[in-house]
């Protein structure tokens, strides 16, 4: 996800990504000993996951959204490296009787 808050249908599958890297002026992708992300939905509820570690650094979850609102998520590092990464994204109700596009 590229833009600020990206719109998306319910029913769609959202990809939530994230990099660590070492502090600068290294600045070189690490993979943290934990990495969990944490999902916000529009009624208040949390959901932890554990996200599949793409490559050095770097760690995805596809999530299907469920609910009308701004979804909130965090991915979260620990052991040899803490930091979080996070944004958000609002999803919409798809149009009377169609299904998502994408």
């Known amino acids: 996800m590229n833009s ?4 998306f249908e319910v029913g769609q ?7 660590f890297k070492t ?3 290294a600045n070189a992708p690490v993979d943290p000993e934990v990495v969990l992300l944490t999902v916000r939905t529009p009624d208040g509820a949390n959901a932890t996951f554990t996200p ?3 490559s050095t650094g770097m760690f995805s979850l596809e999530y299907v959204t469920t609910q009308v609102g701004y979804h909130y998520f965090k991915f979260t590092g ?3 490296l ?3 990464r996070g944004g958000s994204f609002e999803t919409v109700q798809s149009p009377a009787g169609e299904t998502p596009c994408c």
């Open 4 to 7: 600020p808050n990206p719109t």
């Open 13 to 19: 599958t959202v990809t939530l990504s994230a990099s």
């Open 23 to 25: 502090p600068s002026p």
């Open 52 to 54: 599949t570690h793409d």
């Open 78 to 80: 620990t052991g040899n």
């Open 82 to 84: 803490n930091a979080a």
